[in-house]
């Protein structure tokens, strides 16, 4: 009884490992979405405006290669599960003598246990071997047989049995593998898109601040104009005109305010108060740099 392709076998156990096929094309779904996302965003990012040379192109480059590649692996493996494997008795005879229960270290029982779950499975449910010892002893027990001896059909029912529990305990055991495969792929799979996205979308440089240090703006119409973040130090503001200018972050020391129309509206001399020995407090728009 050995080996060989075909359409599987009908059985109580099935239903089981269409169960796992099922889940498995969800898989395949989640991947391609992943993918879909990778590509679009390609569409979207700067990479054609990247230089050729430049160090985010070659890792934009290689976020986007090693996402595919780790996608398309991960897929390749859950096609793996789809395509099942035919189960006969003598493969359950060889993972039977190939399982290693005695080993004393954790680690290498831990991987035989890994790649010869059906033999691990049968030694551990000993039950399901209708009574004999081992499946080596089935099968010399019917290599020995005479066609018409006794009971045979019911020797060879029991090594269909195994058989079938065989490619159900194989298929389990390969999706269980194939979860943690497919974790590994889809992190990598992230780890692209994200060296992708930080690589093919550089940070705009930064606008330079506008210098107006000492500056003549004497009797300037600077009415809603942008000064945000100007360097206005020592500028003569006299007579000038600020209503509605935008002011926020921009550097006011040593000001010459005279008669200067602040961004709220209000004049700069509004503020202006004079003590008992005739000093007058200087002119300023602190405090109403913000459009009224």
């Known amino acids: 009884m050995t080996s060989a392709p075909g359409p599987e076998p009908s059985s109580h156990l099935a239903p089981a490992r269409e169960m796992i096929r099922s889940a498995a094309k969800w898989f395949i779904a989640g991947l391609g979405g992943i993918g879909v996302v990778l590509i679009a965003g390609s569409q979207l990012s700067s990479i054609g405006a990247l230089p050729a040379d430049s160090s985010r192109f070659y890792l934009a480059v290689a976020g986007v290669v090693a996402g595919l590649v780790a996608i398309l692996w991960a897929m390749w493996r859950v096609v793996d599960i789809l395509s099942g494997k035919r189960w006969t008795f003598d493969d359950v005879v060889a993972d039977w003598k190939l399982t290693k229960t005695d080993s004393t270290s954790a680690y290498k029982k831990r991987r035989n246990k890994s790649q010869h779950p059906v033999g691990w499975y049968l030694h551990d449910h000993l039950s399901s071997l209708g009574g004999f010892a081992s499946p080596t002893e089935i099968k010399k027990i019917y290599d020995e047989s005479e066609p018409d001896r006794e009971g045979l059909s019911d020797l060879v029912g029991l090594m269909d049995e195994l058989s079938d529990i065989g490619a159900t305990v194989d298929l389990d055991a390969r999706f269980r593998r ?90 700069s001399n509004a503020g202006v108060r004079t003590d008992r020995a005739g000093k007058q407090t200087p002119q300023t728009c602190e405090g109403h740099l913000i459009p009224g």
């Open 178 to 267: 194939l979860r943690r495969q497919i974790a590994v792929g889809v992190l990598v799979g992230a780890a692209g898109i994200i060296l992708f996205a930080w690589a093919a979308n550089p940070p705009k440089p930064e606008q330079p601040v506008p210098s107006l240090l000492h500056a003549d703006l004497r009797n300037a119409n600077l009415n809603g104009a942008s000064l945000r973040n100007a360097d206005l130090t020592g500028a003569d503001l006299s007579g000038a005109s600020l209503r509605g200018a935008d002011l926020k972050g921009a550097t006011i020391k040593d000001v010459i305010w005279a008669n200067t129309i602040c961004p709220d509206g209000t004049n």
